[in-house]
């Protein structure tokens, strides 16, 4: 019995990819150093760097009119260029969710039927055609959230899609356990049974994936290809001030589709504004069974309270780092202000609160005061922020005025022992920056230091010593959760101690990081970007699980004798 | 750095068993017949056979003072046997809630940092230790559940067993996905970045699995050897009218871990009896993180409801039938007889809406009219129930009075064709006994017929046709949700299109079972059971999504260059 539309242009696809995949799943169980696209620009032919910028040029100011799903209006968007606090005068297609659904419904009933080897040959051909539009959305990456060119393009860029190579590596790895068709026989004595199974990977229903500001691309595609290898049809509702980006990978998906006879509606870009939006209707609607967020807490908890719904959840946390003891202080100030700097501290791995020991701090030359360690981080930081090529290199703009106004708030709370200040962008004068306040709290239990303040800051938090240092990052990962943490020790005793301690409350700890080694890189293939299993996040870029539960085995038997 | 507890004796029972847990392993992709325990029990020595029944008799009337685990109080259980109707006799050691899981999470801290190589060497080890008891736990099942012998000694004892191995080799699987130890490198240009990394996978926390009275072993195995493999310590609590089987494995693991220098707590017997029952106080314990249940609908709910919970439910469906055309009606007629009699329809895979077409039913020889279709499931039914010998090793015994009550309620609301009466078993005089009802609905939308009349029953639902009865299953399927379903069509067009629109539903379909092979049954390492994608389960037996679920994977990473 075949119960799949077969296509041999789509089973193609699959032959030309498969060796690919098959390394990339290679690559994930081995976990060392591996990529699929390199992250290094000039790796790229030099014709798709000027044509990418040519083609971000030509789209501002303009419908984006390459996607292929019905449409009722054109809404101009929020989208505004942190470098330039321009609209990016962008507008896109919308229709209303009934309809959004009723067009997923339809693409789903036609792609669960397409089999999953032609699924995944279309999905890794998408990331190859993506790959040629890097420039592009590097450009569209960088005037919507602020990130820096380098970051731009490596974020939205390679790393990206290398997450969405191994989301694809890991449904090859769970697709395959199961074959589709088997013939079952057993002796029952006098007769001999035969019984054909047939099993088929059902996805659990529609997905919904809610982007955001800061990652528009990184953030979505592990969840949007997941979805889509299961045979999930996907409504993708970008954040209203960052879609531009996410668009151009939405329109090389429904560009393919349409090519290989299929519906374009398979993913559909649900566009929502600040005055109108959408995601709660949506999320909501009962016909969707599966949701994918990044973002703050609070909608995050709504998301998990709706009956029904299978969520992969990444929220904020408090990210925590613990100096025990150290090889060579001032390396480890650099490591970490370069962090707590990076994208101004938008990311959700940048570190927060630095427990520092008031007893001091162990190195092989004798021990650091407190307070040494203190001037050491703010003398880093203050480094960083003053240097007229590093400053605008890495710490980029802030995605918008909401992030300044935290940052200004928690300065007005702490003990501030560098105040948060604009720096110049020297070939953006309008850019809306901010250089990192560096904050002390009195006493580690100080209540505004138990919460995430996401943006430019390091928090200094005393304690008496490392183990009371210890105990307070496994009760701060318990309770609010963490998407990385560090712990700086020479002590193998100690950190033997901590790693346990810290892996019971399912936190991924960096040890000594220093050089060009950073807590908040979580690299594909090898690093899982958050456990799922602290308050942080529900979901983990991309163990197993992150696809297993978009989709059920069904087995069908047909009984030939008995 | 050595994060674990290792120990070269546990170490040993890894060696010994992996061979077999690898071939367990390729037998659950592979998906053919294959089992890891004989299903006949004359494949056991005859030693064992005598000793089962002989520790089944000493143990009546006298605690069960097996267990290695702190208790307070001994209570007497509800337990009688279905079969005299009298009590067991058996008392069991209980605590208190806040002890039982103080006393898991003392486990916990110690069982997670046992490798899973360890682990699942001790597992494999308990299972063939259980397989020595397999007599002695059937003759337990038989008079807690009210099964037939040959019935309680499968389901309790081989059976239950290969689906403790599947899911200690889905176990395996996962596990071994992804390493514990990598050193990753990256030329970072001037400088050359080494991180070691580690990968430990870490228990979602304490795990609870309460158990059902009629399948007191085969329901909890799966879940609980899946908890165990993954990490987690584990409560288990019985159904207070079918503890002696399940306290029978619960004490094989507990000496085991006790005799390989762990904590024997690492699994605790949490007993309650009617008058006080402890199960919600148990789910709703903060600590309490994955809940396995098999049971009602309401409590179902309950357990879903509550927040911060994973659960793994089997809860109730309404199984349905559909005859589209047939070989052989006779022949159907005695297989459907057989699967809604098997332990008295007991089993949440017998079937009960039975769709028959007005229009009749299609043979090579002509058309069948509604009316001979239900004439001939009727007289298949009487003749199953007044043999002498086949209604015994059929039917069993009723677990509880409930059943009985639930069928006559039945019956009094619908058209009867044959009415439920008890039969006399030839050896227990006082055994409960109900034959089934064969019942008929005026019309597809009587609300009765939406609902499950668990017990000794087949309900005939007239249907226009067959495209109605398909839909009518597929509504079915998706409001109510379904353990099995069976189609019979010997049209290869109407069996593709059922095939397609019920996979859409998650529903495992049976096509044309006849002869031995009964939809009632679902094979370890062939069939999943239930899908976990209607509403009758949220789990499967035994799939990725079954294990992975349960643990998350923590990565440390420890920079030794950078």
Redesign the interface.
Known sequence: ???YNRDARRAALWEKHQPRLEEARSAW?????WFAYPEDPRAYPEAWASQGESDFKAQLNRPFDRLRQPGRRWVLSDEVSPYTQQSLGLSYPQSDVGEWIETAREAL?VW??VPWTERLGLLMESVERFSRRFFEVAHATMHTTGQAWMMAFQASGPHAADRAVEALAVAY??LS???YH?????D?GK?Q?V?E????P?P?GLSLHIGVSTFPVWNVLPGLYASLAVGSSVLLKPHPRAIYPIAVVVSILQELFEEYGLPPTIVQLTVDTFREPVTKALAEHPWIRLIDYTGGNEFGRYLE?L?GKITFLEKAGVNGVLLESVEDLEAVAK?LAFSASLYSGQMCTAPQNVYVPRSGVKTPQGTLSYEEVRSALTRAIEELAGHPKAAPAILGALQNDQVAERIQRLAAQAIVHRSPASYTHPQYTQARTLTPVVAEAPAPDAAWAQEEHFGPRLVVVPVQDAQEGLERLYQLARQKGMLSCAVYTID?AF??HA??LL??A????????????FINQS?AF???HG???NPASNA?FT???FV??RF????????L??
């Open positions: 019995m075949e119960l169980h081995r976990r060392t150093y009933s669960r039927w790895e769970e356990h199961i074959p088997v013939r079952w026989q057993k029952l007769v049974a019984v199974k047939y099993f088929t059902q659990e309270s009956p490591n193998p950190k033997r790693a346990r892996s019971e399912a936190v991924p700890v960096s040890f000594n990081f220093r050089g060009q080694v690299v090898s690093d899982f456990t799922g299993g983990s163990d197993s699980a297993v539960k059920r085995w069904v087995g069908l038997r047909d009984c004798a008995g």
